[in-house]
């Protein structure tokens, strides 16, 4: 890339580190510094506002750089990751949104914690919660760096691994000083930036085919080097069985792991009533639907103008297919309009991943002080205030997800997240539902519920042939996978369901049917919610 392109991307990427640094100060000066402050920002967001955070928070790196590149080397088989993130929100809405609103107070254990001991489903929910969004947080710094390879025209390690370091800098800095109120205002502003920037560019597809979608397709096709099998199932999950599993696999963490994700459950607090959280998601559903449709123009529109070749030998996942095309519908390499859109995309792209961050982070150390360090604390140690147990943790997090994120580079986006997602859906899911719905659900039943899926789901990732075994594994030159799915939602997930409802029936410890009953009227009424 050019240095016009560099420069420009830059100085729009600084303009909008410069406001949200703003926007970040303004609120520490004028916070109140309670803990409710902190984790749910004072629960003054209106649905609307709310809605867009959201939607800013769920538009990842993934979804932006990730799906397109899937669908621009894949086809339809990419387009698996568009309909399970949006099919999922239909299991937030109608199970999730307004019952964790009524029965929590900032995290996933306060709603399981309501009618069980505390200490023990505290420790469980807090070390799934840390699990799954440092597995989420991998992703976006995998983006970043991703962008940062493409800026300097694959050249350049150094910078490319100061770059995620720098990201993970900026996010331990939003959350410490701003906490939910300054991480929200950040992702309704970069959900403003991104969907601006998606539309645009998706116009700008459809008017260079004049609006002819099947001309979209079939010059898709063409330049895929696969001819119609392109637009069919099968290019990447056919074949053999264990495509197909993992196809089922994917589909399933898609489709129920948004609903045990900790930084969107943590979104619902953040709004005064459950009324106001459903009608959030329902502002989230409606922005995500339309910028899900635009992912596909966009992955098939990189595959038919730029070439699916020309995306994989750009970054072998596709995670720069995005802003090729952007490049391209500008006006190509060396032209203004190509380099002021390559950076404008550019920008984007690093807005999506530092507003994501900072949510999954703010999530992360909440639990760690909510839930782990709550449980964990010596009754005769020196107590710490949560928000600076809190602000502890987002540092040791942010850390932790950098050295993942440097060893993960090579890696697609959108499949790091399908593996975050299918730890959330074994791990969280069971133990919620059965929490919200199961009337003989005991303390017994709900740790083994977390552990029983978190525990097969890291192990299983760790045998397959995402971390070893494959020429792009993690460890592309020692094998020790004996998992052959490379996502292990497909086994996990019931296991988690299955030792849930295992725990429970043996336990020697009778169901709580009052607190059962106080906890059914409150999810369903609202009544002495938080």
């Known amino acids: 890339m050019t240095g016009d392109h560099q420069t420009?991307?830059?100085?729009?990427?600084?303009?909008?580190?410069?406001?949200?640094?703003?926007?970040?100060?303004?609120?520490?000066?004028?916070?109140?510094?309670?803990?409710?402050?902190?984790?749910?920002?004072?629960?003054?967001?209106?649905?609307?506002?709310?809605?867009?955070?959201?939607?800013?928070?769920?538009?990842?790196?993934?979804?932006?750089?990730?799906?397109?590149?899937?669908?621009?080397?894949?086809?339809?088989?990419?387009?698996?990751?568009?309909?399970?993130?949006?099919?999922?929100?239909?299991?937030?809405?109608?199970?999730?949104?307004?019952?964790?609103?009524?029965?929590?107070?900032?995290?996933?254990?306060?709603?399981?914690?309501?009618?069980?001991?505390?200490?023990?489903?505290?420790?469980?929910?807090?070390?799934?919660?840390?699990?799954?969004?440092?597995?989420?947080?991998?992703?976006?710094?995998?983006?970043?760096?991703?962008?940062?390879?493409?800026?300097?025209?694959?050249?350049?390690?150094?910078?490319?691994?100061?770059?995620?370091?720098?990201?993970?800098?900026?996010?331990?800095?939003?959350?410490?000083?701003?906490?939910?109120?300054?991480?929200?205002?950040?992702?309704?502003?970069?959900?403003?930036?991104?969907?601006?920037?998606?539309?645009?560019?998706?116009?700008?597809?459809?008017?260079?085919?004049?609006?002819?979608?099947?001309?979209?397709?079939?010059?898709?096709?063409?330049?895929?080097?696969?001819?119609?099998?392109?637009?069919?199932?099968?290019?990447?999950?056919?074949?053999?069985?264990?495509?197909?599993?993992?196809?089922?696999?994917?589909?399933?963490?898609?489709?129920?792991?948004?609903?045990?994700?900790?930084?969107?459950?943590?979104?619902?607090?953040?709004?005064?009533?459950?009324?106001?959280?459903?009608?959030?998601?329902?502002?989230?559903?409606?922005?995500?639907?339309?910028?899900?449709?635009?992912?596909?123009?966009?992955?098939?529109?990189?595959?038919?103008?730029?070439?699916?070749?020309?995306?994989?030998?750009?970054?072998?996942?596709?995670?720069?297919?995005?802003p090729l095309l952007a490049l391209d519908l500008g006006g190509g390499a060396g032209s203004t309009g190509g380099t002021v859109l390559f950076a404008i995309v550019a920008a984007v792209a690093f807005a999506t991943i530092l507003a994501v961050v900072a949510g999954i982070t703010l999530a992360s150390s909440a639990s760690v002080a909510h839930d782990l360090y709550a449980s964990l604390r010596r009754p005769g140690g020196k107590p710490y205030s949560e928000v600076a147990v809190a602000r502890i943790a987002a540092a040791v997090i942010g850390a932790a997800a950098i050295g993942l994120g440097l060893l993960a580079q090579d890696l697609n986006v959108a499949f790091l997240v399908g593996l975050a997602f299918a730890v959330a859906a074994s791990a969280n899911l069971p133990v919620l539902l059965y929490s919200l719905f199961w009337r003989r659900f005991t303390t017994r039943g709900a740790v083994w519920s977390v552990y029983g899926g978190l525990v097969p789901a890291v192990l299983l990732v760790l045998l397959s042939p995402v971390v070893s075994g494959s020429p792009d594994a993690l460890f592309p030159g020692v094998d020790f996978h004996v998992f052959p799915l490379q996502n292990p939602g497909v086994v996990s997930i019931p296991l988690g369901f299955l030792a849930g409802w295992l725990g429970t029936v043996t336990s020697p410890e009778p169901p709580d049917e009052a607190r059962h009953a106080e906890t059914e009227v409150r999810s369903l009424t609202g009544a002495g919610a938080a």
């Not at 669908?71 to 964790?100: C, K, N, R, T």
């Not at 300097?152 to 906490?179: C, D, I, K, N």
């Not at 635009?294 to 720069?320: C, D, K, P, Q, Y």
Request: glycine content about 14%; charged content about 10%; some cysteine.
């Open 8 to 322: 420009l991307a830059l100085l729009l990427f600084s303009a909008f580190v410069a406001v949200t640094l703003g926007i970040t100060t303004w609120v520490s000066r004028n916070r109140r510094g309670s803990a409710e402050e902190f984790y749910a920002g004072g629960r003054l967001f209106s649905p609307m506002e709310n809605g867009f955070a959201i939607a800013g928070d769920y538009m990842s790196a993934a979804s932006f750089l990730g799906i397109s590149g899937l669908i621009a080397l894949y086809g339809y088989d990419g387009m698996l990751y568009s309909v399970g993130f949006l099919v999922a929100w239909l299991v937030v809405l109608f199970l999730v949104a307004e019952l964790v609103r009524n029965c929590g107070r900032f995290t996933l254990a306060d709603v399981v914690a309501a009618r069980m001991a505390e200490r023990p489903v505290r420790i469980a929910a807090g070390t799934s919660s840390v699990a799954v969004s440092v597995l989420y947080l991998i992703a976006q710094m995998v983006g970043a760096g991703s962008l940062v390879a493409l800026l300097l025209g694959g050249t350049g390690e150094a910078a490319r691994t100061w770059t995620v370091v720098g990201v993970g800098a900026l996010m331990v800095v939003y959350v410490s000083l701003g906490g939910m109120r300054a991480t929200t205002w950040i992702q309704i502003v970069k959900a403003v930036l991104l969907m601006a920037g998606t539309v645009t560019l998706t116009v700008l597809v459809l008017v260079r085919f004049h609006g002819d979608v099947n001309g979209l397709l079939a010059g898709a096709a063409e330049r895929s080097g696969h001819g119609t099998a392109f637009l069919g199932p099968g290019l990447r999950y056919g074949g053999d069985w264990t495509a197909r599993l993992d196809f089922i696999s994917l589909g399933l963490a898609l489709v129920l792991g948004t609903a045990g994700l900790p930084h969107i459950l943590s979104r619902f607090y953040t709004v005064p009533t459950a009324r106001a959280a459903r009608r959030s998601v329902v502002w989230a559903i409606g922005l995500i639907g339309g910028f899900y449709l635009m992912t596909i123009v966009l992955g098939f529109g990189a595959a038919a103008i730029i070439g699916s070749a020309e995306v994989r030998a750009s970054n072998a996942s596709g995670n720069t297919a995005v």
